[in-house]
């Protein structure tokens, strides 16, 4: 006797899969950031890695007048330098990226091996790149502020007060600042709390807060301890007497300014070896060129766990 109820055989999700070809993306990388500030700097090519900085002496003791119609009034002077000049070098960011020749030979479709190694790899550098040129305590922004350019907050978090006595320190043609997401954070709350909301302005393609017509650039690479941060005030350009980045033109296996990639040659275990090296440096002209905030209040490391792993 046949049974009335017919069973519904299908193929299921788990073994349609076994036919499906997933779609696959290249690697992601969570500690790539924007990197704003090489962006926002100006860059000197240098010839052999050195830059050498001259300044004036004593440029108060440079004598001139406004004459009258007797030209033997007329002062002599002269402008003098200071001696010795100081000299920057680039620095090096290097490292050597090691790739069996199996893996590229075989594994490489849809998305090849040895360009995506090395395109994550040059994000990272470039990383180190914007932390160093922040961080470096040879040449870095913070090493290289002058003590009459460093201001304390009034209160301790940071205020439309504050960031008008940045400008009093940077007035001369102001680029933009730059500080740590959270401290850009914290003073949008004090204006709101103020009832002056600052306006954005729009940079390649996204929002900036700003400040009298400044923008806040933000960047991971500033630090934050115990709950505070710094915002730094720049201006930028070798005309404008500012900060200048450096780098190195004419690399062999040149990828982009200061940046080569060179083959190094297939060992006897078939590793491949590119050697990675992204040259740099950074220089603030005159001091009156950058001024720093220090002690920014942003909140208590408790309160954001995940934001001060830098």
Do not use: M
């Given at each position: 006797m046949a049974s009335n109820t017919t069973s519904q055989l299908a193929l299921g999700d788990q073994g349609a899969r076994q036919l499906a070809n997933a779609t696959k993306t290249a690697p992601t990388l969570e500690t790539?950031?924007?990197?704003?500030?090489?962006?926002?700097?100006?860059?000197?090519?240098?010839?052999?890695?050195?830059?050498?900085?001259?300044?004036?002496?004593?440029?108060?003791?440079?004598?001139?007048?406004?004459?009258?119609?007797?030209?033997?009034?007329?002062?002599?002077?002269?402008?003098?330098?200071?001696?010795?000049?100081?000299?920057?070098?680039?620095?090096?960011?290097?490292?050597?990226?090691?790739?069996?020749?199996?893996?590229?030979?075989?594994?490489?479709?849809?998305?090849?091996?040895?360009?995506?190694?090395?395109?994550?790899?040059?994000?990272?550098?470039?990383?180190?790149?914007?932390?160093?040129?922040?961080?470096?305590?040879?040449?870095?922004?913070l090493a290289s502020v002058a003590p009459q350019q460093i201001v304390y907050p009034l209160t301790g978090a940071p205020t439309p007060d504050d960031l008008d006595e940045l400008l009093t320190k940077v007035w001369k043609e102001p680029a933009f600042f730059l500080t740590h997401p959270l401290a850009i954070a914290a003073f949008g709350r004090e204006c709101t709390r103020r009832g002056v909301p600052p306006p954005t302005v729009s940079l390649f393609g996204s929002q900036f807060l700003t400040w009298r017509g400044i923008p806040l650039i933000p960047s991971d690479k500033v630090p934050v301890a115990d709950g505070k941060t710094k915002i730094l005030l720049l201006r930028v350009g070798e005309k404008r007497q500012g900060v200048v980045g450096l780098y190195q033109p004419g690399l062999a296996g040149e990828q982009s300014p200061g940046l080569s990639v060179r083959f190094m040659g297939i060992n006897r275990n078939a590793i491949a070896s590119y050697l990675i090296s992204l040259y740099c440096s950074l220089v603030v002209q005159t001091d009156d060129a950058l001024a720093v905030l220090e002690d920014v209040e942003v909140g208590k490391y408790h309160e954001y766990p995940d934001t001060y792993k830098r």
């Open positions: 790539v950031s924007p990197r704003w500030l090489t962006h926002l700097l100006q860059w000197t090519p240098v010839e052999a890695g050195i830059y050498r900085l001259n300044k004036v002496k004593n440029a108060d003791e440079v004598r001139v007048s406004c004459a009258k119609r007797d030209e033997s009034e007329l002062p002599s002077t002269f402008v003098d330098y200071d001696a010795p000049a100081r000299e920057y070098f680039l620095n090096a960011v290097t490292t050597v990226l090691d790739v069996h020749t199996r893996v590229s030979d075989l594994y490489s479709s849809p998305h090849d091996q040895i360009k995506e190694q090395l395109r994550l790899t040059i994000e990272i550098i470039k990383e180190k790149q914007e932390s160093e040129l922040i961080n470096n305590p040879d040449y870095g922004l």
